[in-house]
C-alpha cells in the first residue's frame, strides 16, 4: 500500500489548540519501532517536545491472522485500549508518560490521537548496553513496578476494556487459549517455511507435552504482554516509564516473565520476580517462541522497512524450537 505519513501542516491546528496559537511546530520526527501505530516528537519553538501516538490505518504494517477467538493478546491496539492501560498503570503507580489530550473524535486528524510527555529517547535497552552501571536503579525500580502489576489481581483474565465492561467470562483455561495460539501459529509458519512444516506434528506434539502438567488457577495479574527493555524509558532522573501500553491484560503473570526473561536475558534476575508457575512458565516460553517465528514471517511479507530484521528473528527462534524436538 501507498503509506501516508503526518507532516507539519497536518498538526497545525492540534498545535495551536493544545499549546496556544503563540506557539508554533517548527520539527516532526516519526519514530522508529512502531508498527502497529505511529509515534512523532512534535519540537516546538519554544525548545519543547511532546509525543503523539497515532492511530491510523497507514500506520500499521501488521496483515491479520487467524487467532484463538479469546485470545487476550490479538489487535491489542488503539487509542481505547492505550486509554485503558495508561489508567491502570496509573492507579497501581506505575510510571507511564503523563496523557496531555486524547482526541477519539476526529477533532484534529481522521485518526484516533494522543499527546503525551516527551520522556526522552533513552531506553533501558540502550542504557543496558552502553552504561550497564546506570541500568541498575532503573532495572531495580522497574522490577518494583513489575510486583505491583503482578500482584495486582483479578478473578478474570482478558483486555482491561472486556474486564472492565463485564464482558471477559473465559470459558476455558488461560494455558489452552495458550495452546491454541501456539498450534495456530505453528500452522500459519509452516505456511511459511519447509523446516517447520517437516516438523510441525512434532512440534504440536511438545506444545501438549508441555500443557499436560499444568495446575488450575483463578486468579490473575495485571501485565504488559510485551516488555521488553525497549519498551522502557529512562528519564534523565533514572526514572523507568513504560510505553506500549495497549496490551495491557489480566493473565497470567508466567505470561509476561517468560517474555520477560527472553528479552531481558542476564540482567532478568535484577527484577526480582515473583513466585512462578514452572510448567505453565516452560510452556508459555515455547509459545512465544512460535509466535516470535510466525509473527516476523508475516511482517516480512509486507512493506516493513525492517524486512531483513524481522527475517533474522525468525530465524533464530527457528533454530531455538528445532533444538529442542
Known sequence: MNRTFLQPDDLHDLVADQFGTDRRLVALDRLTGGTKKGVYRLRLDDQTTTIAYVWAPGENYWPPSPTAPDDPFTDASGAELFAAGHAALTAADVRVPRLLMLDRDGRHLDADIALTEDAGAVTLERLMEQDPAA????????????????????????????????????????????????????????????????????????VRHLRGPIP??????????????????????????????????????????????????????????????????????????LSLIEGPLRIAGTDFPGRQWMLDLAEWNIAKVLAVL
Open 135 to 206: 541500568a541498575a536503579a532503573p532495572l531495580a525500580a522497574l522490577g518494583d513496578a513489575l510486583r505491583r502489576m503482578h500482584t495486582d489481581n483479578g478473578t478474570r483474565y482478558g483486555k482491561l476494556v472486556a474486564v472492565g465492561n463485564g464482558e471477559a467470562s473465559p470459558q476455558r483455561r488461560a494455558e489452552d487459549v495458550i495452546v491454541d495460539r501456539a498450534l495456530t501459529h505453528l500452522h500459519e509458519a509452516a505456511g511459511r517455511d519447509e523446516r517447520i512444516a517437516y516438523a510441525h506434528d512434532r512440534i504440536a506434539a511438545h
Open 216 to 289: 488450575a488457577r483463578e486468579t490473575y495479574g495485571l501485565v504488559h504482554g510485551e516488555l521488553g527493555p525497549d519498551h522502557v524509558l529512562v528519564t534523565p532522573d533514572g526514572e523507568p516509564v513504560l510505553i506500549d501500553i495497549e496490551g495491557l491484560t489480566y493473565f497470567d503473570v508466567e505470561w509476561e516473565h517468560a517474555f520477560l526473561h527472553l528479552r531481558f536475558g542476564d540482567a532478568y534476575p535484577r527484577l526480582r520476580p515473583v513466585d512462578l508457575d514452572p510448567h505453565r512458565l516452560e510452556l508459555y516460553r515455547f509459545a512465544q517462541v
